[in-house]
């Protein structure tokens, strides 16, 4: 089932509660609605409600007084609610009303995945709750498998279990795979309620939860950052559309990705696709790689299959697709500069290197950029010297001008040339300042959904050994 957490004070209230038909149940969450007409709100709601009134300190916003907040709890149990949220801590002071209502005994940890999470849940069984629920903040993706584990342990009651954040988002998806009894999403257009809250509509038609279950195979994107990103619009999409029982998620990892593929493996996981900074990261611990990978030195897909990874380079064929388009006859010998030093840029490098360019690349980190230039066997300048070269074809394979940060460009404007090449491997923004600015100096420009797409539809041809669906540039947002 679907909670649906509704924030907004009336008379909004009421706009919102009409667009989230995709629910099974609504949460009114009372500490941040504010004063309302407990009766009117309930009933407009048309489904089961639950009422809630978060402390501070549970990361709520209710600041009045404990016996307060227990008073308007149970006004809205008077009202016609089918449930209330009540803390552990709290649970047994809403015990007489446990006739008519049905309880969901709670706990939040806003700041971390404490280590001690079943001794907790056992607590919760204590209280006697007909739901009980178990919510902690995820800062690595180990707080993910976690939280999933009250739910593979099978408990005896109906139970809510997930962490919280960015980073946790995934285990809001897959605690449906494991028995959970519901999970929370937000109004399209409202304000979450709690920190990775997932948009009503992007939980039921990007990740389609409604059709998770417990055979889905698990994929996703590892990465930091990763928010910004179209693979789950596509792949979901492209899995939807192929009939396949799979899910495509977003993985945010800070620091090293150590240890991550062998325990989340454990749980399902079939497939990667890896975005920066760790293109370069899987060589050591993934060795059955195709040609592309072992050329560049970096993995963008990754694969399970007959008990071993296997890693794959799609960037490479991908632009190497795009670039026979965008530079129908380039000139032999042309000039290419490439701003970066990662994989994006190590695979825009092989590339022009086969068409036969006169590739120069350019980093702000001069000892990395000359690195990166001495294994990729082309030319190094700082990137505060671009504008000295005079090249046909400029790439951006940094992240440079990408969302949030979209007033950045990695160039001054005044090194474009008219007439001149310029692709900006980012697609969101569809169109960064790198490319505006380049658009006013005349310059042919391009974006990188292109190459999104062209590699991705590679990537779904691994992983599933037919030829992927058509998944257009309007079906991916």
Known sequence: MIIVSVTDPEPKLYDVLKTVAAA?????????????????????????????????????????????????????????????????????????????????????????????????????LSAKPDVAKIVSTATRPADILTSLEILRKEPPIPTIAFAMSDIGLPSRILCRKFGAFATYAAPDGARAAAPGQ??????????????????????????????????????????????????????????????????????????????HPFKGAFSEEVTDLDERSRE?????????????????NTDVPAIREVLDDFIPDPMLGFTAVVLGAGGAAGAACVVLKEFGANVVAAARDKNKGKRFALEMDVDFV?????????????????????????????????????????????????????????????CKTLSGLSVFIAQARRQQQIWTDRTPPEIGIRDTG
């Open 24 to 124: 099974d149940i609504v949460e009114l969450r009372l500490d941040m609605i504010g004063e309302c007409d407990l009766g009117k709100a309930i009933s407009a709601a048309g489904k089961p409600v639950i009422a809630t009134c978060r402390r501070e300190s549970d990361g709520g916003e209710f600041t009045g007084s404990e016996e307060e907040r227990l008073s308007l709890l149970r006004l809205a149990i008077k009202a016609g609610a089918e449930y209330v949220d009540i803390e552990v801590d709290a649970a047994d002071k809403l015990c007489e009303q446990s006739c008519t209502v049905k309880r969901i005994v709670s706990f939040h940890n806003m700041k971390s995945t404490p280590p001690n999470l079943v001794d907790i849940f056992n607590r919760i």
């Open 198 to 275: 997932v948009h009503l509509s992007d939980l039921v038609g990007t990740y389609r939860y409604g059709s998770v279950g417990p055979d889905t195979s698990i994929y996703g994107l590892i990465g930091d950052p990763v928010a910004h990103s179209l693979s789950p619009y596509y792949h979901n999409r492209a899995f939807a559309a192929g009939g396949m029982d799979a899910v495509y998620l977003p993985f945010r990892v800070i620091g090293e990705p150590t240890g991550f593929l062998e325990s989340f493996q454990e749980i399902g996981l079939q497939g990667l696709s890896v975005t």
């Open 296 to 312: 560049t030195g970096n993995i963008n897909t990754l694969t399970f299959s007959e008990g071993t990874w296997h890693g794959a």
């Open 382 to 442: 700082p990137l505060r010297d671009v504008g000295k070269i005079d090249a046909l074809l400029m790439i951006n394979a940094t992240p440079v001008g990408m969302e949030p940060n979209v007033l950045e460009s990695p160039v001054p404007k005044d090194i474009f040339r008219p007439g001149r090449f310029v692709w900006d491997f980012i697609y969101n923004p569809r169109k960064t300042r790198f490319l505006r600015e380049a658009e006013e100096a005349h």
